[in-house]
C-alpha cells in the first residue's frame, strides 16, 4: 500500500534532523527531513534488511562523530 505522507520517526524530536521514508510504486523512499531534494529509492526488501542490519549494531562504528 502507497503511502505518499513522508514518515517521520518518533525519535527525531523537533529538529527536523532525521530521515523520512515513505511507500511509493512499490519502493521505498528515503530523504532527510531538513533537506528533501535528494531521495533514496530502494525496494522493501532491501529496506527491511537494512533495518536489521540497524537494529543488530551493523552501522554503529558509523555514528562515532571522531570517525
Given at each position: 500500500?502507497?503511502?505518499?505522507?513522508?514518515?517521520?520517526?518518533?525519535?527525531s524530536g523537533a529538529n527536523a534532523d532525521c530521515l523520512e521514508a515513505r511507500a511509493v510504486d512499490g519502493l521505498i523512499e528515503l530523504r532527510e527531513s531538513d533537506d528533501g531534494e535528494i531521495i533514496v529509492?530502494?525496494?522493501?526488501?532491501?529496506?527491511?534488511?537494512?533495518?536489521?542490519g540497524i537494529k543488530a549494531g551493523e552501522f554503529d562504528h558509523l555514528t562515532d562523530p571522531a570517525v
Open positions: 500500500m502507497d503511502s505518499f505522507v513522508w514518515q517521520t520517526s518518533s525519535y529509492r530502494t525496494t522493501p526488501l532491501k529496506f527491511a534488511k537494512f533495518l536489521q
